[in-house]
Structures are given as C-alpha cells and as structure tokens.
C-alpha cells in the first residue's frame, strides 16, 4: 500500500513543454506547429514508443498556451457517430471568449489519443470521420500513437504534421529520478537509479513508478532493493522464445517466458510445431506433445481478435506440451521461422505467375481464377508440353517465361 | 574513419540534384547563405544518416548536446551506448561528466540525512 495516495508519476506530470525530459526536437517542432508556424498542416500526429511524453507534452502545452483539452482516448467508442458526436462540436467554432478578451483562454484543442487502437466494429468510420473534422477544423487537432505504419492510418497521415519521439535515453531519465529523490527525501545509490533507468528500457513513467514502489516506504534505494524489478518489456525474438521454451524446466517456467515474449501467437504455434520432432524422440512423447499443442490451437482459435482472457489457456497448453518430459531434453538447432512461413516466401513468386496466367485465361475464356486454376491449366500444361508454340499461346497472351513455367510445373 | 558532425550546420561535398532533393525530403536543410546544412526533422533520422554517410563514403556520428553543461559531446564516452536505441544520433542528453558529477546529487542526500 503505498504510504501517501498520490502517485509519482501524477504528481510529477510536466506542467510546462521545458519540464518533459527529452525529444528536445519533437517538443519544438509541435511548439512551433501550435503558434500556427505551420500553415499548411491541421492536424499534427505525435507518434512514439509509450511513456516518453506524447501525451504529457499535449498536456504541458495546453496549460501553456491556454488550450481547453476536449480528449477522446482508447477507452471512448471512436465510431464515425462518436466522433462526430463529441468532436465536431468541439472543433466547429472558436471559444467567443476569445474575441471579447475577457479571458486568457485560446480556446479547445482537440486530442485523439491512441488513435492507431480505432479498430473492428465498434469503432467503424472512426477514422474517416477524423479526417474529415480535420479538414473543416478551427481548432488544433491533435492524435498520439504509438505505431504510425499501421494500414488504417495510412489516410491520416497524409492530413497530419507527423513528429516522431524516441525512446527516452538512459542518463536523462537517471536525471530525473535524482530531481525526484531530491524532492521526496529520498537517499537513493546512484547504482540503484541506474539500474532503474535501465531497465524502464525509455519508458520515463513505468522508471518513476519502479522508483515509487521501491523507496517509498523506507525513503532509502539501495542497488540490492531493485533486484527485485522484473525486466519491462523484453522484446524477446522468436529464437530466443524458442530456446527458453524448450529448455523449461516446468510449465510455470514455460508459461511466463510465453507471456513476457512479442512474438507472434500464430508464427510461435507454427515453430513450436515444428520443433516437437527434434524435442521429443519418444514417439509417445511426441504424441502428447503435439496433443497438447492442437489443443493450444483450439484456444488460439477461440481467442480470434477479441476473447483475449482465454490467453491464459493458450499459454498453459502450450507449456505443458514444453514440459511433457523435462528430463530427455538435448539441445538441438531450431527451426525457425515457421517452415510453412519458409514456404509461402520461396514460392511467392511461382504463386504470383500462377495467378498471372489464370488472370489471362480467365479474361479471355471468361472464368473464375479458380476455375482456370483446376479446370483449364492441367490441359493447357499437356497441350504445351507437346508443342510449345502453339496458336493457344497466341490467344492467351502468354509471354516465353509462362510457357515455360506452365511446361515444366510439377504440381499446382 | 568516423566524421563527427554538429546537427545545427554542417557542410557536404557538392553533389547531383538527386541526392540534394532526397536530403531534402528526409529532412535536411540547406542555408545558402552560410552553405550549410542542418537537421530540419528527426522524423527520418536514421536514413538522413545513412545518406549523408554514402555521401561523404564514411561513418558519420553526430554531436549531443548536454542538458546540464550546455556542451557538445560524443556518444563514445557514455557507458549506457550499447543500450541506447538513438546512439549517435543528434539528440540531448546528459554529458557523462555531469551525470557522474554525483557532487549535487549526494551532497542534498546527505542534508537530508
């Protein structure tokens, strides 16, 4: 329980831009867009890893520069009805305060935070009605992101001024923790700061609430309290996965690793099943091992883009199909990526002249795709095989390449 | 060879209007005046690198600017260059003499004590 209710991170939230630590860059260039240096952009979108200051400099600078803040974040609806609902209102007209200058205020500012989670059903037109309350804006516009290259934002980028901020370097956040200790009283090694900065890998809040929890209740930090800090976000790569997986020695062990690593669920079930034959020897084994891994997928399907509380499930299967036998483990050379991944990238390009020649068929016999593909290549392939410059290649606008690809395919 | 340059002017050798344009897209600008170029946006940052390399047929690292002390410095003597993600990259940060300057830090500590 922590001693007084307030947390750090709120207490200490930048009230001015020259508060938040780093992005000196990004902080001048929306400082600039602001004071309407930028004519020729609406709407500016702030895009970053989280906790190094995209929404704390919307923040300082609203207090700064005398902005009301109307905000939507990823907990509000963000449908096409929901934008127009809360944002159109909010960015048709401009404060009439302002004109009578009986106030400082320079009226609203519109802040879209996490705008790259507008996403599935809930959140259908979102985006389109964004750009378009860009476009007939009076008031600044505003959006925080964190991965910009998504498809779906594709659209918004082009209306937006875009600035970039970057992972908060390490001696700058150890700063800031020492400014902190200062003004809590607290005696902390600069050893035990360092290992925080580090280990908050740029991430200024979760630095600042490591710090809280570890020295608020005896307002001392020594090096051997922060042992204790689990790794924050350790973006562990699929070998790396791979190779604590199968070196578990339980399923807790197994199952944690799963739920600290990035990679992706549907590539990872992929490896993992790949890599059963070369764990396992014991045909029985195997038999279990690949057992518990189908039922994993059961769950992975179950879980689809929503159900993610059935995660939990997935990991577990998963990990006991880790941990059929701890004992016979060898080590061995991992298949990674998946081999059906390895597959569909040597073959992207057979796949594509594939698809090239049954779009010729198709257009001049006036079939499917599909239809070319099962009813009209294997006659074509017979046909060719005999006689390779026949009056069919002609009036199907064949190239030399795709006659000799059709003549020497194994299979389709 | 590693050439270090200051992100607030530096010069290039004259080259084709191709490359100009491309550092002018990525986020250079160039003062005719004084006939140098400075870092407009950081947004692509690490290919403004990559092209001035190629440019000049040479590492290039770039000049931090100390928080603290206001100076110029290079990445190379800081101790946390392997985890940094924006290493050599014209950005600010604290010198590594001010952060061990433990002087300002330790000493209000120790009132507190």
Redo the contacts between chains.
């Keep these: 329980m922590l001693r007084n209710e307030i947390l750090w991170v709120e207490k200490y939230r930048p009230k001015k831009i020259q508060d938040i630590i780093g992005n000196e860059e990004a902080k001048a260039t929306f400082a600039e867009w602001l004071q309407n240096k930028h004519h020729n952009k609406k709407a500016v979108l702030l895009y970053g890893p989280p906790g190094v200051g995209k929404t704390a400099l919307v923040n300082a600078s609203a207090k700064e520069y005398d902005f009301t803040i109307i905000e939507m974040n990823a907990s509000d609806t963000r449908s096409e009805k929901a934008v127009n609902a809360v944002a159109k209102p909010a960015t048709s007209y401009k404060a009439l305060d302002n004109f009578s200058g009986t106030t400082k205020t320079r009226g609203n500012m519109l802040f879209l935070d996490e705008v790259d989670g507008i996403a599935g059903n809930q959140d259908r037109g979102g985006v389109s009605a964004i750009i378009k309350i860009v476009e007939e804006s009076l008031v600044p516009v505003i959006m925080a992101a964190n991965d910009p290259d998504i498809s779906k934002l594709r659209p918004l980028k082009k209306v937006c001024l875009l600035v970039r901020f970057q992972q908060v370097r390490i001696p700058l956040i150890i700063a800031l923790l020492q400014k902190i200790c200062l003004l809590e009283h607290v005696k902390a090694e600069f050893e035990a700061l360092e290992r925080i900065a580090k280990n908050s890998r740029g991430d200024v809040r979760s630095a600042i609430n490591d710090l809280q929890s570890l020295s608020e209740q005896n307002h001392t930090l020594t090096l051997q309290d922060t042992m204790m800090l689990r790794s924050r976000n350790k973006a562990l790569s699929m070998d790396e996965t791979l190779r604590g997986f199968f070196t578990a020695e339980s399923i807790g062990e197994a199952s944690r690793l799963l739920s600290y690593s990035n990679v992706n669920y549907d590539d990872f079930l992929l490896s993992v099943s790949d890599n059963l034959p070369k764990r396992y020897i014991d045909p029985n084994e195997l038999a279990k091992a690949y057992n518990l891994v189908s039922q994993a997928d059961v769950f992975r399907g179950r879980i689809g883009t929503e159900n993610w509380h059935l995660l939990k499930y997935f990991y577990n299967e998963l990990a006991k199909a880790a941990s059929v036998n701890n004992v016979s483990y060898k080590p061995f050379e991992f298949i990674s990526p998946p081999i059906r991944i390895i597959t569909l990238f040597w073959t992207k390009g057979k796949r594509t002249m594939l698809n090239n020649i049954c779009l010729k068929i198709g257009a001049q016999c006036h079939v499917s795709k599909e239809t070319a593909k099962n009813d009209f290549i294997p006659f074509i392939k017979v046909i060719l095989q005999k006689k390779k410059s026949s009056g069919l290649v002609d009036w199907l606008k064949f190239t030399q390449e795709e006659v000799d690809f059709l003549a020497k395919m194994s299979r389709f | 060879m590693v050439i270090v340059l200051n992100k607030n002017g530096f010069k290039l050798p004259r080259m084709d209007k191709d490359k100009f344009v491309n550092l002018m897209r990525l986020g250079l600008e160039y003062n005719r005046d004084i006939a140098l170029f400075s870092?407009k946006?950081?947004?692509n940052i690490e290919k403004i690198m990559e092209a001035v390399s190629a440019i000049l047929g040479s590492e290039v690292v770039f000049l931090q600017s100390c928080?603290?002390c206001g100076k110029d410095f290079q990445c190379n003597g800081?101790s946390?260059v392997e985890?940094?993600?924006?290493k050599n990259?014209p950005?600010?940060?604290?010198?590594?003499r001010c952060?061990s300057d433990?002087k300002h830090?330790e000493e209000?500590?120790l009132n507190?004590?």
């Design positions: 870092i946006s950081c947004n928080i603290r800081c946390y985890l940094c993600t924006t990259l950005f600010s940060c604290v010198c590594p952060l433990k830090f209000a500590s507190l004590g």
